[in-house]
């Protein structure tokens, strides 16, 4: 498995062009699967189709690398030992899995570079929250039950192999709660592959209750965190959250919202209107935010706004 998107192409260190400026995160993958007419109706999600149809998990990063993204996020966000053991599947197919999805990110980088993107392009392995493998919505909530301790040894395992797949960077993404980052800080430790934490939150706090304040400050003296900040959020709550997060702990700070359409966990579809626009990335660019992407229903096209706004 090659560590670079291309074998005469070695992207440099992504902290270091974060240190240089703003950088383009891809959308939403679940609603580009979608848009090409994969069913996720499923507690794996877009992680099913690294089993059944990997081609589409690369066409997916593709279309966001031509889109303008500079960072791929992997479709391992729900890719857990456990929820693949609840499918028959057993670890080794697991963690082969797990490594697949770097692959296919490197795969889609590949194909990018050859049409003729020159940029440097990255990849970013997903480490969902421990709610994501119970699907039941409940990572918009946290407060899981379970200690420190406990989410550590859930979240360490997998981490280990995402890591010896070498991405550029781990993404530890759409954490509800003070407590899960604390677990998730721990397990990185040692793993040589950088970090960004990324809290989902409504209002000033996690979705659990915590200030962001107290949640950022966490990784405030984390050395292997690169950048912190919101992801599956409503648009509107960037701007506070990414104040507090470049005041808190000095690093870059990343952010990828949701469309501003509210999900419902129980029908499993999404609710409202978009709220999300190009237009708002200036001013979160101004703030301090450096990683700047959408999340859930935030497809190509937004994607394109984003780079054409950061490139202004």
């Given at each position: 498995?090659?560590?670079?998107?291309?074998p005469?192409?070695?992207s440099?260190?992504?902290?270091?062009?974060?240190?240089?400026?703003?950088?383009?995160?891809d959308?939403?993958?679940?609603?580009?699967l979608?848009?090409?007419?994969?069913?996720l109706?499923?507690e794996?999600?877009?992680?099913?189709?690294?089993?059944?149809?990997?081609?589409?998990?690369?066409?997916?990063?593709l279309?966001?690398?031509l889109?303008?993204?500079?960072?791929?996020?992997?479709?391992?966000?729900?890719?857990?030992?456990?929820?693949?053991?609840?499918?028959?599947?057993?670890?080794?197919?697991?963690?082969?899995?797990?490594g697949?999805s770097?692959?296919?990110?490197?795969?889609?980088?590949r194909?990018?570079?050859?049409a003729?993107?020159?940029?440097?392009?990255?990849?970013?392995a997903?480490?969902?929250?421990?709610?994501a493998?119970l699907?039941?919505?409940?990572?918009?909530?946290?407060?899981?039950?379970?200690?420190v301790?406990?989410l550590?040894r859930?979240?360490?395992p997998?981490?280990?192999?995402?890591?010896?797949?070498a991405?550029?960077?781990l993404?530890?993404?759409?954490v509800?709660?003070?407590?899960?980052?604390?677990?998730?800080?721990?397990?990185?430790?040692?793993?040589?592959?950088?970090?960004?934490?990324?809290?989902t939150?409504?209002?000033?706090?996690?979705?659990?209750?915590?200030?962001?304040?107290?949640a950022?400050?966490?990784?405030?003296?984390?050395?292997?965190v690169?950048?912190?900040?919101?992801?599956?959020?409503?648009?509107q709550?960037?701007?506070?959250?990414?104040?507090i997060?470049?005041?808190?702990?000095?690093?870059?700070?990343?952010?990828?919202?949701?469309?501003?359409?509210?999900?419902?966990?129980?029908?499993?579809a999404?609710r409202?209107?978009?709220?999300?626009?190009?237009?708002?990335?200036?001013?979160?660019r101004?703030?301090?935010?450096?990683?700047?992407?959408?999340?859930c229903?935030?497809?190509?096209?937004?994607v394109?706004?984003?780079?054409?706004?950061?490139?202004?």
């Amino acid at each position: 498995m090659t560590s670079h998107t291309s074998p005469s192409r070695p992207s440099p260190l992504l902290a270091d062009a974060l240190a240089a400026g703003a950088v383009v995160l891809d959308g939403g993958m679940s609603n580009q699967l979608e848009s090409a007419g994969h069913d996720l109706s499923d507690e794996l999600w877009s992680a099913r189709l690294l089993a059944e149809r990997p081609e589409a998990v690369t066409e997916a990063h593709l279309a966001y690398y031509l889109a303008g993204a500079s960072v791929a996020i992997t479709s391992s966000y729900q890719a857990t030992f456990e929820g693949f053991r609840k499918r028959g599947i057993g670890r080794d197919e697991a963690a082969r899995l797990l490594g697949l999805s770097v692959e296919l990110a490197r795969e889609a980088a590949r194909k990018a570079h050859g049409a003729g993107v020159a940029r440097p392009l990255w990849v970013a392995a997903s480490v969902g929250p421990y709610g994501a493998m119970l699907a039941d919505g409940s990572e918009y909530r946290g407060r899981y039950g379970l200690g420190v301790d406990e989410l550590e040894r859930f979240h360490r395992p997998r981490m280990e192999v995402l890591a010896a797949a070498a991405p550029d960077v781990l993404a530890l993404e759409t954490v509800p709660d003070a407590d899960e980052a604390a677990a998730l800080l721990r397990a990185v430790r040692g793993l040589g592959v950088p970090a960004w934490l990324s809290y989902t939150v409504e209002g000033l706090r996690t979705r659990a209750g915590q200030p962001l304040e107290e949640a950022f400050g966490l990784a405030a003296d984390a050395d292997e965190v690169i950048a912190v900040g919101v992801n599956c959020c409503a648009p509107q709550d960037v701007r506070g959250a990414v104040e507090i997060a470049a005041r808190v702990t000095g690093k870059p700070v990343v952010v990828y919202p949701n469309s501003g359409e509210a999900w419902d966990a129980r029908a499993r579809a999404w609710r409202g209107r978009t709220t999300f626009g190009a237009g708002q990335v200036e001013a979160w660019r101004e703030a301090g935010a450096r990683l700047i992407g959408g999340c859930c229903r935030v497809g190509p096209e937004a994607v394109t706004g984003i780079a054409g706004a950061l490139a202004a």
